[in-house]
C-alpha cells in the first residue's frame, strides 16, 4: 500500500473519530477496559510462566521435598540425613545443594539490625550461576566442618549498611556475637528469594549467607526436616527419571528410618515451585480478562455496524463516483485499527494503574512480584492485541458498508435508512454473547464473594483484637545456653505486663498466621503403632505461662502452664482438642503421656490442659494435631512474644521495645505486627483473587448494559416509522414500550441461558479456589441471573419510554 493512500486513510480515520465523538469515546474506552485488564494479567502471566528464572538452564533446576500423602503432608522439606543419603546415592543429579533460612543478629555498627539469611552450601552459589560483584562467593574449602565462619551478602545488604563501601571485602563483621569476614558482596542481579526456594523462617529475601558446615552431628539430624534442597539434572537426564532414581532412595529412607508407608522424595521443577500455588487463579484471571476483552470487542463492533448504516449513502455516492470497493473496506477498516490502537495506548495506562494498585493491595505470595512491570513484551502484547481487536471488530462493519448495494441505498436516500435483516441478527447475536460472558464473570465473582465471607467467619481459634505481636532471636554470646533463654523470656513478659494499658504478655515459638510453624514425630504411652498405619507426627510450639490468656484460646481440660513448670519440675505439656479427640475420645487426656521421637530420646511428658484449635496456617487449612511446651522447660531462643493491649496495639509498640532494649540495647526486634494485620495477610491472596475478578465482572457488566441499551435505542430509532403506524392504527403507549423491552428481554434472556451454561464449565476451573461454597451453587447461579435482568430492565426501560413518546404524525411525516 503506497505511503500517500495510507495517510489518507489515517486522516479520514480520525476526521471520522471527531464527527461521532460520543461513540468514539464509548469504543475508546470499552477497548481500554478490554485491552488494559489483560495487559495487566499477561505483565503476570510474561514473569511467571513464559519469562525463565534468571539461573543458567533454570530447566534443569528441580527442588528435593518430602511427599507423605498418608499424613496429609504434600510438600516438606528434607532433613541433613536426608539429604546426605540422597546425596550419595543419586545418579541424576550433577550437583545438589542445601540450604536453612534463618534470621540473623548484625551488633557492632550502631544500632542492632536483624538480617534475613541462609546458612548454604557452597555449591549453591555455582548451581544458581551466582557471581561476586566484589571478592568471592563460597568455597568448597568453607563446607568443611570446624572452618572459620565468613559471610557473603547481597548487593542490597551492602548498599543499605554500609553505604555501598568498596573496602567492604575483609572487614569483620559481628553475626550473633560471632565474628566473620565478608568475602564477598553478590552482583545486584542475583536474586533468591523464599519463592524460588523455600526457607523455613517465612524470609522474602536473605541477604546474607554463611556456610553450612555438615559435620556428623549435623548429619545425625535425621529428623530436623526442615531444610531447601536445590539440585541441577544432569545434562540429558529428565525428570521422570530422576523420580525413578529417587523412588528407590525414599524406599531405602523409609526402610532405615522406618517412615510411614507412603513416605516418599520428590523432584519438582523450580519454575513450578515458584509459579504452581498461583496457577489456577491466573488461568481464571486470565480466562475472565478474556471475556472482558470479547465483550468489548462485541461493543465495539456494535457501534460501528450502528453507525454503518448512517453511512451507506456516503458509500454509495463513493463507489459511485469511481472508488472501488476494496479501498473502502480498507479505509474503514483502518478506522477501525485507528480506534483500537488508541484504546489500546489508553489500556497502557489502565495496565499501569492496575499492577500499582495490586502491589499496594499486597495480593498475598505472589511469586517474583518485583519483576512484574510493563516491559517490552508486555508492550509488543498490547500491539498486537490491540491490532488484532481492531481487526476483530471492524471487519463486519467494513462489509456490512463496503458491499453497499449502489442502486438500492441511492434509491432509498430520500426515505430514511432500513438496516439490513443481517446486521440486525448479528447485532443482537453480539449482545447476547456480551451477556453470557457477563453472567459467567458474575457468577465466578460471586463465588469468590461468597467463598471470601465464609471464609472471613471461620474462627481463627483465638482473639486477634488488641494484640501486637513481636519477634527476637538470643543468639548472642549473653545467651549462649538454654537456662539463659529461658531466664529472658521469664523475666521480659513480667517487664512487658507493668507497662501502661498492657494487660497481659505471652511468648511462643511459632505464631499463628506468621507463615512459620515446627513439627515432629511422636508417640503415646500405651498406643502401639502398626507397621501400616501412617507414622504420628504433629505441631509442636513453645509457650510461656500467660501465652494462652493472651491471645484467649480456650482452655477446654486441665490448667495452663504456671510458673511452676520449671526445669526442676516434671515435664508437661498442653495439646489441643484434635489430639485429644484422636487419642482419648471418651475419656480425659489429663494425665495422660506422650513423647517426642527421632534423634535423642526424649522425656516422657505429661498432658496437664487440653486447649481449643488453633488456625496456624491459614483459615482454610485443615490444622494438624499440636502439642504445646513450657518454654521454661525445653527453652528455644527464638520467640514471638504477644501482648494485649486496652487500646490501641501499635501505640504500645515503642514502650515495648524499650523494655526489650532496657534489658539488652543490642538485641534488635522484629517482625512487629498486630494479630489483626497478620489475619488479614493469611487472607490475601482470596481478596485479591475476589477483588480482580469482582472487578472484572463490573467492568463486563457495564459494557454489557451499553450493548443492550445501544441496541435497543438503535432499533427505536431506526423503527420510528413503523412505530408511528401502529401508534396511528390504535397502538398504546404502553403497548410500545411493552414490544421495545420484549425485544430488549429476549436478548437477555438468551445472553443467560448461555451464560448459565458456560458458567458450569467456568466455575469446575475455580473449585480449588473456594472455601465452604459449591462451585454449581444455585443461590449464586439466582442471585446472578436477578441482578442481570434487573440491569438489563434498567437498560432497556429509557429506549422503551422514549418509544412510547414517538409522535405518529410527525414519524409518518419523516418517511
Not at 459511485?320 to 477501525?336: H, I, Y
Not at 518485583?370 to 471487519?395: D, H, M, Q, R, Y
Not at 442471585?783 to 437498560?795: D, F
Amino acid at each position: 500500500m503506497r505511503f500517500d493512500i495510507a495517510a489518507q486513510d489515517l486522516r479520514y480515520a480520525f476526521r471520522a473519530m471527531r464527527r461521532t465523538p460520543a461513540s468514539t469515546a464509548i469504543i475508546v474506552l470499552s477497548l481500554a477496559i478490554g485491552i488494559g485488564a489483560n495487559t495487566a494479567l499477561f505483565s503476570v502471566a510474561d514473569v511467571l510462566f513464559l519469562k525463565p528464572l534468571p539461573y543458567p538452564h533454570p530447566e534443569q533446576l528441580s527442588l528435593l521435598f518430602l511427599r507423605i500423602p498418608g499424613l496429609g503432608i504434600q510438600r516438606d522439606w528434607p532433613s541433613p540425613g536426608e539429604f546426605a543419603d540422597i546425596h550419595s546415592q543419586n545418579r541424576s543429579f550433577s550437583e545438589m545443594s542445601i540450604a536453612l533460612g534463618a534470621s540473623f543478629n548484625l551488633t557492632g555498627r550502631g544500632d542492632p539490625a536483624r538480617v534475613e539469611g541462609v546458612w548454604a552450601s557452597s555449591s549453591l552459589f555455582h548451581i544458581l550461576g551466582a557471581k561476586a560483584l566484589l571478592g568471592r562467593t563460597l568455597l568448597s574449602e568453607d563446607d568443611t566442618p570446624g572452618k572459620p565462619l565468613v559471610a557473603v551478602m547481597t548487593y542490597g545488604l551492602w548498599k543499605r549498611l554500609y553505604g555501598g563501601n568498596p573496602a567492604i571485602v575483609g572487614q569483620t563483621i559481628t553475626i550473633d556475637g560471632k565474628l566473620a569476614p565478608v568475602v564477598g558482596v553478590l552482583d545486584k542481579n542475583f536474586i533468591l528469594n523464599g519463592d524460588s526456594m523455600p526457607m523455613t523462617s517465612a524470609i522474602e529475601q536473605p541477604e546474607l549467607f554463611i556456610p553450612l558446615q555438615l559435620s556428623r552431628q549435623v548429619i545425625a539430624l535425621r529428623s530436623y526436616e526442615s531444610f531447601s534442597v536445590v539440585a541441577r539434572l544432569r545434562p540429558g537426564v529428565s525428570f521422570a527419571a530422576a523420580q525413578t532414581g529417587l523412588d528407590v532412595i525414599s524406599a531405602r529412607i523409609r526402610d532405615k528410618d522406618k517412615r510411614d508407608p507412603t513416605f516418599s522424595i520428590r523432584a519438582v521443577p523450580m519454575n513450578e515451585q515458584v509459579a504452581g500455588s498461583v496457577r489456577r487463579v491466573m488461568f481464571v484471571l486470565l480466562a475472565s480478562v478474556g471475556f472482558v476483552l470479547l465483550i468489548a470487542v462485541a461493543n465495539a463492533a456494535n457501534l460501528l455496524l450502528a453507525r454503518a448504516v448512517s453511512r451507506e449513502k456516503e458509500a454509495a455516492i463513493r463507489v459511485a463516483v469511481g472508488s472501488g470497493r476494496w479501498r473502502l473496506f480498507r479505509q474503514l477498516l483502518t478506522e477501525s485499527i485507528v480506534l483500537s490502537l488508541c484504546g489500546g495506548a489508553a489500556g497502557i495506562l489502565l495496565a499501569w494503574g492496575l499492577i500499582a494498585m495490586a502491589r499496594v493491595m499486597e495480593p498475598g505470595n505472589i511469586p517474583r512480584m518485583g519483576e512484574i512491570g510493563l516491559n517490552g513484551p508486555v508492550l509488543v502484547f498490547t500491539c498486537a492485541v490491540s491490532l488484532a481487536t481492531g481487526i476483530l471488530f471492524g471487519v463486519f462493519p467494513a462489509l456490512r458498508i463496503s458491499g453497499t448495494n449502489l442502486n438500492i441505498t441511492l434509491r432509498a436516500a430520500g426515505r430514511g435508512m432500513r438496516s439490513s435483516v443481517g446486521s440486525d441478527k448479528l447485532r443482537s447475536a453480539l449482545v447476547v454473547l456480551e451477556i453470557a460472558f457477563s453472567m459467567m464473570l458474575l457468577i465466578g465473582a460471586g463465588l469468590l464473594i461468597q467463598s471470601f465471607a465464609r471464609l472471613q467467619s471461620v474462627p481463627p481459634g483465638f482473639d486477634p483484637a488488641r494484640v501486637v505481636s513481636l519477634m527476637v532471636t538470643l543468639r548472642r554470646p549473653n545467651y549462649g545456653t538454654p537456662q539463659k533463654w529461658a531466664q529472658f523470656f521469664d523475666v521480659l513478659p513480667q517487664r512487658i505486663a507493668g507497662l501502661p494499658g498492657i494487660e497481659s504478655v505471652g511468648a511462643t515459638s511459632s505464631l499463628p498466621l506468621s507463615g512459620t510453624g515446627g513439627w515432629a514425630g511422636f508417640e503415646v504411652e500405651g498406643f502401639a503403632r502398626k507397621p501400616d498405619q501412617p507414622e504420628l507426627q504433629s505441631d509442636q510450639r513453645n509457650a510461656t505461662p500467660d501465652y494462652f490468656a493472651t491471645l484467649r484460646i480456650p482452655l477446654l481440660q486441665g490448667r495452663y502452664f504456671t510458673g511452676a513448670d520449671t526445669a526442676k519440675s516434671a515435664p508437661v505439656a498442653v495439646i489441643d482438642a484434635k489430639m485429644a479427640r484422636r487419642f482419648w475420645p471418651h475419656e480425659s487426656a489429663i494425665g495422660k503421656r506422650l513423647r517426642l521421637t527421632g534423634g535423642t530420646i526424649k522425656p516422657w511428658v505429661t498432658i496437664m490442659g487440653v486447649v481449643g484449635v488453633v488456625k496456624q496456617y491459614g483459615l482454610d487449612m485443615d490444622t494438624r494435631m499440636t502439642v504445646y511446651f513450657p518454654q521454661a522447660q525445653f527453652p528455644l531462643p527464638t520467640m514471638y512474644v504477644v501482648a494485649r493491649t486496652k487500646s490501641d496495639p501499635s501505640a504500645a509498640v515503642p514502650a515495648i521495645v524499650r523494655e526489650f532494649h532496657a534489658i539488652d540495647p543490642q538485641l534488635p526486634v522484629y517482625g512487629i505486627h498486630t494479630m489483626e494485620e497478620r489475619l488479614s495477610r493469611s487472607l490475601a491472596r482470596q481478596r485479591f483473587a475476589m477483588s480482580m475478578l469482582g472487578a472484572f465482572a463490573g467492568f463486563a457488566l457495564i459494557l454489557a448494559v451499553v450493548g443492550i441499551y445501544g441496541v435497543v435505542s438503535y432499533l427505536v430509532t431506526q423503527s420510528t416509522h413503523d412505530i408511528g403506524i401502529r401508534m396511528a392504527l390504535g397502538a398504546l403507549p404502553r403497548n410500545i414500550s411493552g414490544m421495545v423491552m420484549g425485544h430488549g428481554m429476549r436478548l437477555a434472556a438468551a445472553g443467560l441461558a448461555a451464560g448459565v451454561a458456560g458458567a458450569f464449565a467456568l466455575t469446575r476451573m475455580m473449585e480449588s479456589l473456594l472455601f465452604g461454597v459449591d462451585s454449581s451453587d444455585l443461590p449464586t447461579f439466582a442471585g446472578a441471573a436477578l441482578g442481570l435482568v434487573l440491569v438489563a430492565l434498567a437498560a432497556t426501560w429509557i429506549p422503551a419510554m422514549r418509544a412510547a413518546r414517538v409522535d405518529p404524525n410527525t414519524a409518518l411525516r419523516q418517511d
